[in-house]
């Protein structure tokens, strides 16, 4: 096992000055994300948080999806390909008798969350993962790019140095979509990648439904060939280079310490609002 590199005689945390850089990242953000109005001809959006299987789940509905339609699913499961049924809302919609659904690892602005905002947000599935989790896949996905400690990784500050994800990432993540779904109740469906992993062909028709779209028993059966791993790593666009899947040796080999665990379930329960049933607030 990988040591986590636990940081000893760790100087005493300033929780106040932590709660005002989280708040100014918030703040900054806040001003800056519209996509909602952006993208406001979107008939849903499929948000994930990153690292949570994006491209894996949006894979096997958009498999399902398309049999549904009698259209051609989608060639690969990572690059522009992936995108022939899901995809970023800017390249508009790819099939008339689907519904037109963008995808994106979005944190929408807090403006959003207010029911008195001009602009109803249409039906969104947002997938999450156990935060922890989370964290260990990004880390070992982007470790050679970060050159720092799975403890100082752990402990990086809001508004230091810019990672691809951070804990502060995952938490304004959380905080955000479940503001919104607090806001605009039955608009929002969360999808842990847990429960998916379990029964995807009960999540998928659920995410389906969500949309509007209502798959049936053999739509569902030409979307789960894609439940392994193994199977969406086949279908990658051998074109791009970006890693989608962690390695799963060197992932299960890396682990937080307990100081890591005590540490993040301490900034948990004193900056997530929304766990959405993991439990992260409670004590490891």
Same mark, same amino acid.
């Given at each position: 096992m990988l040591a986590a590199?636990?940081?000893?005689?760790?100087?005493?945390?300033?929780?106040?000055?932590?709660?005002?850089?989280f708040g100014f990242r918030v703040l900054r953000a806040d001003l800056g994300n519209f996509f909602f109005w952006q993208f406001r001809e979107v008939d849903g959006f499929l948000i994930s948080g990153k690292n949570s299987g994006?491209?894996?789940?949006?894979?096997?509905?958009?498999?399902?999806?398309a049999h549904s339609a009698g259209v051609a699913p989608p060639t690969h499961t990572s690059g522009r390909a992936a995108d022939?049924? +899901?995809?970023?809302?800017?390249?508009?919609?790819?099939?008339?008798?689907?519904p037109f659904i963008g995808?994106?690892?979005?944190?929408p602005s807090g403006a959003f969350a207010w029911r008195l905002a001009p602009f109803?947000?249409?039906?969104?599935v947002v997938l999450v993962r156990d935060i922890r989790d989370a964290l260990l896949s990004n880390?070992?996905?982007w470790r050679?790019?970060?050159?720092?400690?799975?403890?100082?990784?752990?402990?990086?500050?809001?508004?230091?140095?810019?990672?691809?994800?951070?804990?502060?990432?995952? +938490?304004?993540?959380f905080n955000r979509w479940g503001d919104v779904a607090a806001a605009w109740p039955g608009r929002v469906l969360f999808v842990r990648y847990e429960d998916v992993r379990a029964d995807p062909g009960t999540w998928l028709m659920r995410m389906a439904a969500h949309f509007g779209v209502t798959l049936g028993a053999e739509d569902v059966a030409a979307a789960l060939p894609y439940r392994a791993h193994e199977a969406v790593r086949a279908k990658l666009d051998p074109g791009e280079t970006e890693i989608v899947i962690p390695e799963a040796e060197l992932r299960r080999a890396i682990r937080f310490s307990d100081a890591d665990l005590a540490y993040l379930?301490?900034?948990?329960?004193?900056?997530?609002?929304?766990?959405?049933?993991?439990?992260?607030?409670e004590a490891p």
């Open positions: 590199g636990a940081m000893q005689d760790a100087p005493a945390i300033d929780w106040t000055k932590l709660r005002h850089a994006t491209h894996w789940v949006k894979f096997m509905l958009s498999v399902a999806l022939a049924v +899901i995809g970023h809302p800017r390249w508009g919609r790819q099939h008339a008798d689907l995808s994106s690892h979005s944190i109803r947000p249409p039906p969104v880390y070992v996905k050679d790019d970060y050159a720092m400690s799975l403890s100082e990784f752990a402990r990086c500050w809001p508004t230091g140095r810019k990672l691809v994800a951070d804990v502060w990432w995952y +938490i304004h993540f379930g301490e900034v948990f329960r004193r900056f997530l609002r929304h766990d959405l049933g993991y439990s992260l607030r």
